[in-house]
């Protein structure tokens, strides 16, 4: 009896600790989203409503909380509490500079990798995201044939060629193999981003982190620098296999470099241009095999989850909304293909707008970025938004993503799949004898951001890989379009 009283009064100073003495000061009045009138320990009990069912927190920010900020208490977002804002200071947001308000300190923080990732250096240096921002994105219409190639061996294997007889298939699983292939034939080339061993180990740490990283977020402050580094074992493990795989590679890749300085490398991907800006920079931290290693990892942590569920979201969004659609789609992608010789270009891509709508259509009622514009105050004096919140210093602040994008008075109809709702808007743009407005129209394709639209986030800290996950997306799918017939579901699958 008595080393039950113990434990229970130790897990009580815990709570108590935990939400009242943890964390950087909360901004004092403020509605908590989740919390009833009824609570004992509202920030505890509204923690455990908003994290099991997150759709209800956002909605009643967005519904009841439309010009004021609310504290919205949530496991598991990069931190214990966001400061939920009013949509009104989303532009404000999105053109802070990450030195006022940053998105990657949340991403450290709310992953916390300081435990779950050996490699500290990429996260004080990212400079992935440059190469991501100028490199990727300019590359990848000449990377488009590799992409295609990829793609076409990736369904054979996954959903084979039967001409004869329908076959089940998992989609999330399968897709996520495919673009698994694809996207890291553009970041190592072959052979590796087919080796099965490379791909499992990225795919187990990616799935691993997300787990480790919210037993850590329940572990006291203090105790963490022994306890974390337990949890973390079974993710820094995969980090290992993954860089096993990859040494070779990446070790005959610096020597090569070194023997060919002068000369240029026949290579054109994301490892071989991470090798030049490593070397470039001088610094013999950044090209030291582990570290380039691991900057693929999080390369793979960053894309290539998020394009497995935008994928299997659009294929699941098609084949259980109407025949006619997918025949469209069809006719669009073989007259744009036609017109270009068969062959797939950045242009070839940007005249099948249909093809885009669904991207950009679908990724709106299923983002999987619910709560959006997470960033943290870095400057000690705190900020103040354009709707009058002071939001102290260390806090993290986001908007209701969810509830904009499902809103309907910005898009009617908002809870239907409307394939094509973004291509009647772009021709309601253009019609009449007005000369052609192009900046706008391009403003309603898939990668393009807005405080209306933040499947990508928005703003100088949106993400950076939008443009080539857009082409990468839109070729696999014209790809199964051309090559498969789909039989369709009554009942559209429910997201988890
Ligand atoms: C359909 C697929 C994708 C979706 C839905 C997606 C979504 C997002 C979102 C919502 C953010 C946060 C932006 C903000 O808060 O303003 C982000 C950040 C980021 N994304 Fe993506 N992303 C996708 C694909 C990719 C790909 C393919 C790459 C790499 C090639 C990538 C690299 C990144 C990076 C590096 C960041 C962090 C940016 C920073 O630290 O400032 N993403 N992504």
């Known amino acids: 009896m008595p080393s039950l009283l ?25 509605p908590i989203i989740g919390a009833k009138k009824t609570d004992w320990f509202p920030l505890l009990q509204a923690t455990w409503r908003n994290s099991f069912n997150i759709a209800a927190g956002i909605n009643d920010a967005y519904r009841n909380h439309k010009h004021n900020a609310a504290i919205m208490p949530v496991m598991g977002l990069g931190a214990d509490t966001l400061i939920m804002l009013p949509s009104s200071d989303s532009k404000f947001i999105s053109e802070q500079e990450p030195k006022v308000l940053s998105l990657r300190e949340v991403i450290i923080n709310g992953l916390h990798y300081r435990y779950t990732l050996s490699d500290k250096y990429i996260l004080t240096h990212p400079l992935h995201k440059k190469l991501i921002t100028t490199t990727l994105t ?16 990736g369904f054979e294997s996954q959903w084979g060629n039967d001409t004869e007889a329908f076959r089940e298939v998992n989609v999330w699983d399968t897709v996520g193999r ?36 919210t037993l ?13 580094r337990l949890i973390a074992l079974r993710t820094r493990a995969m980090e290992r296999r993954f860089a096993k795989v990859l040494l070779p590679e990446i070790e005959r890749r610096l020597r090569e470099y070194d023997d060919k300085e002068k000369s240029g490398s026949s290579k054109n991907d994301f490892l071989q241009w991470s090798i030049a800006q490593a070397k ?32 299997t979201n659009v294929l699941l969004d098609l084949v259980s909304s109407k025949p006619e659609y997918i025949e469209e789609l069809r006719t669009e992608v073989s007259t744009v293909l036609r017109e270009s010789n068969g062959v797939w270009t950045k242009a070839t891509l940007a005249r099948a707008i249909k093809l885009d709508s669904v991207f950009r259509e679908s990724a709106r009622l299923n983002t999987s970025v619910a709560v959006g514009l997470r960033r943290k105050v870095m400057v000690k004096e705190g900020i103040t938004t354009p709707s009058g919140v002071h939001i102290p210093y260390g806090n993290v602040c986001a908007v209701p993503s969810l509830a904009v994008l499902t809103d309907e008075t910005i898009y009617p109809d908002a809870d239907k799949f409307v394939p094509f709702r973004f291509v009647d808007q772009r021709h309601n743009i253009n019609t009449g004898d007005r000369p052609k407005d192009h900046v706008s129209s391009s403003r309603l394709s898939f990668y393009a951001t807005s405080t209306d639209y933040l499947a990508f986030g928005n703003g100088r800290q949106a993400c950076p890989g939008r443009f080539f996950a857009a082409c990468e997306l839109k070729l696999m799918l014209a790809y199964i379009l051309m090559n498969y017939d789909l039989e369709m579901m009554e009942t559209r699958p429910k997201g988890i």
């Open 138 to 153: 300019n590359q990848v219409g000449i990377l488009l044939p590799e992409l295609a190639n990829e793609t076409t061996v």
């Open 280 to 311: 470039e920079s001088g610094d013999a931290e950044m090209w030291k095999p582990t570290t380039l290693a691991s900057r693929i990892l999080l390369m793979n942590m960053v894309s290539i989850h998020t394009s497995s569920m935008t994928f």
């Open 6 to 30: 113990i434990a229970a009064g130790l897990l009580l100073a815990y709570v108590v600790f935990f939400f009242f003495f943890s964390g950087p000061r909360l901004p004092k009045g403020f």
């Open 216 to 228: 850590i977020g329940w572990v006291w402050e203090p105790a963490r620098p022994l306890i974390a």
């Open 178 to 213: 495919v673009i698994g292939c694809a996207t890291n034939r553009v970041f190592v080339g072959l052979p590796n981003c087919r080796d099965p061993k490379l791909l499992d180990a990225g795919y187990a740490y990616a799935r691993s982190l997300p787990v480790s990283a």
